[in-house]
């Protein structure tokens, strides 16, 4: 079974801090994904990597898939109250021949105006 | 607006009650999914459905029988639930199976059981 493990768990921070958030795992995964969901909503997605090592930016967010495709980071820059939500990374590992996306628990985001 | 609709939104129900969850979509897609997501666990594929055939099945409980009339339908039948099944229910849909296709996700059905 693969896991994936995101921290922290919660996060509380005043608005225009930067913070970075992090989905690891101990196993490879072929894509991998990062949803946020907002209270009484379904997630939604934020990106998709594919490449080991690959950067990508959607304005204020920046998402790294790690090397070796086993890991990935969220950092947001100047956070601001909309911003506030469930982060989800979910892994897939198409090689498995599954079509299941393994998700984490997710991060817990508060920013305070 | 994400294009998948779910109802009903919320949802009371005894254990010895029987009650349907339908989820709609209006994206063309060919592949349909329920989640289950529980407070403090990760999301838990339920059910896939790609092209109206179940392909995968993740030792549900047979309490909840799924159900794809076509492609822009589905279903999700409850009876003799348990209060442990108490959580939010997320149906999702995607273009196809591939891996870095974008799953789109409904409101979610917040299921109590009592």
């Known amino acids: 079974t693969q896991l994936l493990e995101q921290s922290p768990q919660f996060l509380s921070i005043q608005e225009g801090e930067n913070l970075t958030v992090y989905c690891n795992s101990s196993s490879v995964f072929s894509s991998l994904q990062w949803y946020r969901q907002e209270p009484g909503e379904g997630p939604v997605l934020l990106v998709t990597?594919?490449?080991?090592?690959e950067v990508k930016k959607l304005k204020r967010l920046t998402f790294q898939f790690g090397d070796a495709r086993k890991d990935s980071s969220l950092h947001i820059t100047a956070a601001q109250p909309g911003d506030t939500g469930l982060y989800l990374c979910a892994g897939m590992d198409s090689g498995a021949g599954s079509y299941q996306l393994t998700f984490g628990k997710g991060t817990k985001l508060s920013v305070i105006p | 607006e994400t294009g998948v609709t779910q109802t009903p939104r919320h949802l009371v129900m005894g254990m010895t009650n029987k009650k349907s969850l339908k989820c709609e979509q209006h994206l063309g897609h060919n592949a349909m999914y329920w989640y289950k997501q529980s407070a403090k666990k990760p999301l838990e594929l339920m059910f896939v459905?790609?092209?109206?055939?179940?392909?995968e099945n993740n030792s549900v409980p047979s309490r909840f029988s799924p159900e794809c009339p076509n492609s822009s339908h589905l279903f999700l039948h409850l009876h003799t639930l348990q209060p442990e099944d108490s959580a939010l229910y997320l149906c999702?849909?995607?273009?196809?199976?591939?891996?870095?296709?974008?799953?789109?996700f409904g409101q979610g059905t917040r299921l109590t059981v009592v």
């Open positions: 999702a849909s995607s273009q196809d199976l591939k891996g870095d296709t974008e799953a789109f």
């Open positions: 990597v594919v490449t080991g090592g």
């Open positions: 459905y790609s092209l109206e055939e179940r392909v």
